[in-house]
């Protein structure tokens, strides 16, 4: 009998010769090779492994649809990025929701058995092994994980102590650099060169725990994104759930973290106690028109019952009850609805294992569903998620990447030149904001796409570097995540640097003497080749 190498490299030259144009045609190939040996189908991972090993002994040259095809779960680098979440050890938090559940020796709000957790359990909460895990993982899935967009998750990140906030970014960056650091400078300087670049660090708090020296010392770790546990913006609602603030802490909070130039992602939570679903709605209807808001991004959370929270005593005693599967996918169409362009619902459920759930959403795939029922009812979700290349039927990678190089550039250029540059401005925060943006001329595909902020006060900042200075919040171009220096896809193809161009002439207009990025740290030397330099956390150019 063969070995199990040779009978692998047999599936893959198959594979190769038919060229699938699906999953279900890849499989097909498979179990149609595997049957005539009689032997099971082989996983992916196994596969890809294959693959590889062929292609660095040039037994085969290199295939873009094969090794999309090949690797598991393609949906989680579509975005460009590698995400990676890293949990903070059991800690108390200031907090006392109502709908919390504090589980033992677990960080605030979380459960032991969510994949994340799970995690962070088998590393022991270490930093260093769970970004290991991880990495190790995605590699052998097939995914690229030289662009790392790291989430920090476990409650108040804030209320944590300084001294453990540091060693934890400084674990982070010494898995992703491969190499110990003396301190956390160090660590950050070898990211902007390492092998697995971190492009982008979020860290999760409070708006009650944001003030000016908080937003300093989160820049200096490297922090770009805040997700912010707002949950709602009605005050009593705010105090039935005991939730430590009201509704002018959270607008506080946003106008600040704008001002400093970071993207934010509102935590909102439907069919909490106290709320109806009008009240949802109208709440959303508010996000999405007040300047006191406009978020960039958004989580819903819809309010789940589980043991382990104070809500169930009530759940229990009939004083509390979750909204129906109807009530809350036909609340979360007209949300969706509602969403303006420049929002990205990140979002849609909390993922709590439906064992752990007494009441309240079980429905794991309620973001699919309302997908199929939007293409049923002939509409569709314009937030920035449900546009992005990667996600669409016809991925953009996917329609070049059966041409040869030649042709692929072509097919390309010719994609490109079809492009429509859109310009979205509003007024948002005590500040304006520019929406710009490469996107299909039905406007159904985003390619490409930057945040600018010009404050009201350019003058006026509580951090140096931005004072008279124009923001950029955020860059990015979706598709399949492409390696660093690779070319032929919707990454590096231009489209970065023109939209930095259009904010340089917009905050020339605004007569401002410079052009501000909140950068993560690995993508530093991207903005030093267009005429940055870090200024102090920050990496900035002077357009006077």
Known sequence: MKSNQQQLEKVIFEIIRVNPHSEKELFNVVRRIMGEIKLPSPEKSKLLEQYRRLLKNKKLKSNKNIEQLLTKRAVRTLSGVAVISVLTKAYPCPGKCLYCPSEKDMPKSYLSNEPAVMRAILAKFDPY?????RLDALKANGHSTEKVELI?????????????QNWFIKRCLEALNGKSARNLEQAQKQNESAKHRCIGLTLETRPDYIDEIEIIKMRKLGATRVELGIQHIDDQILKLNRRGHNN????????????????????????????????????????????????DMIKIYPCVVNKHADLYKLWKNNKYKSYTDKQLTELIVK?????????????????????????????????????????????????????EAGHQDKIFNDQFSRLDSIESKRAISKQFSSLKFSKFKYQANKGTEYFLSFESTDKKVLYAFLRLRINNNSNENFIPELQNSAIVRELHTYGQLTSLGDEGEIQHTGMGKKL????????????????????GIGVRGYYEKLGYKLEGMYMVKNIK
């Open 129 to 133: 092994r769970q970004v290991q895990i």
């Open 152 to 164: 920090v998750m476990g409650g108040t990140w804030s209320y944590l102590d300084t001294k453990y």
């Open 248 to 295: 002018s802490r959270s607008i506080e909070a946003i106008n600040l973290l704008k001002l400093a130039g970071f993207k934010i992602n509102y935590h909102l939570m439907l069919n909490l106690p106290g709320s109806t679903p009008a009240k949802d709605l109208a709440m959303f209807k508010k996000l999405y028109s007040s300047p006191d808001y406009m978020p």
């Open 335 to 387: 949300i969706k609805k509602l969403t303006p362009p420049w929002v990205r619902i990140t979002r849609l459920i909390r993922d709590i294992p439906e064992e752990s759930i007494v009441a309240g959403n079980k429905i794991t795939n309620l973001r699919q569903l309302i997908g199929n029922k939007a293409k049923g009812d002939g509409w569709e979700c314009k937030c920035i998620r449900c546009r």
């Open 500 to 519: 930095l161009d259009q904010a340089e002439t917009i905050a020339k207009k605004h007569r401002l003497n410079k052009i501000a990025v909140i950068s």
